[in-house]
């Protein structure tokens, strides 16, 4: 597993609360058991205390230290519905409809972030990323200056040197078909979460087309968010519109593009679409032998994080170390 040394020093200095939605799924326990060994993270369980407990002791988990809370029995509800009223009153939310809509852990579990019982969370394990991202648009928000959430993957591979090759890749999870100045606020706040993974960033608008070889809209689109990312970025290296094998090949970028400050050696990657982006990662995932975390949602006032449905109590453990150190 890719070393979280660092993160976890950082935890252990300034221990963080976290909010697993799903709490009574084996694998949350699994990777909360986990957690509570290392001491360095204070996992809270949503579900009925009752229920939680018993299939920890069944699956064999020691959760002793968790804080579980029962959304269906909080003593702070009252006040919690109150709050969420007064964040969604320009939608005209009444007390019952907000008791409602609270009785789901994705919502609950957002409030607990927002009054600040919890400063992360990380759920998804049963639900979609849509379901994860709707909550926090509407309670959480997006940061100043934002005015979208992304996701960006950190790719990891054991190199023959024996230090880790690390990638980011971005937007592989959540925006369909960004604009130029999305792609322009992707590639920033991607940026950003590469360098806590110790990448030094080298940004690659990529495209089926390398400075000027190609022709269309797709192209187009590439080549005024390079050249927008450079002006609002300016100490970031950043080219594009890149080929892939342009971006990351020393031989292919002196051939295409030789005067290129990033071409032949990047490691942050900006994809056109969701589509390019998603089969993109995946393919170095599955064939690449890179191990694949995220996403990691970006541009929020909060770090929330999703899992995959088909996560494992590892990739949870893995998630959660990542979501906290973000907060």
Partial sequence: MFGFGDMIEKLKKDPKKIVFTEGND???LEAASRLLAGNFLHPILLGNPAEVEAVAEREGYNIRGAEIIDPANYDRMDDMVAQFCELRKSKGVTPEQAKETLAHANYFGTMLVKMGVADSLLGGAT???????????QLIKTKPGNSIVSSCFILVRPSATGENE???????????KPTA?????????TAECAKIFGIDPKVAFLSYSTLGSGKGEDVDKMRE???????????????GELQFDASVAPRVARTKCPDSPVAGHAN???FPDINAGNIGYKIAQR?????????????????INDLSRGCNALEVYSMAIITAALA
């Fill in 26 to 28: 084996p694998r949350i």
């Fill in 166 to 176: 690390v990638l980011a890749m971005a937007d592989c999870a959540i925006n369909i």
């Fill in 225 to 239: 968010a390079t050249a927008k990312a450079k002006a609002k970025y300016p100490n970031l290296p950043i080219d």
């Fill in 268 to 270: 942050t990657f900006i």
């Fill in 127 to 137: 639900y979609s990323t849509a379901d994860t991202v709707r909550p926090a648009l």
């Fill in 287 to 303: 064939m690449g032998n890179f191990e694949a975390y995220g996403p990691i949602l970006l541009g929020l006032n909060a770090s």
């Fill in 181 to 189: 100045d999305e792609l322009v606020e992707i590639a920033g706040e």
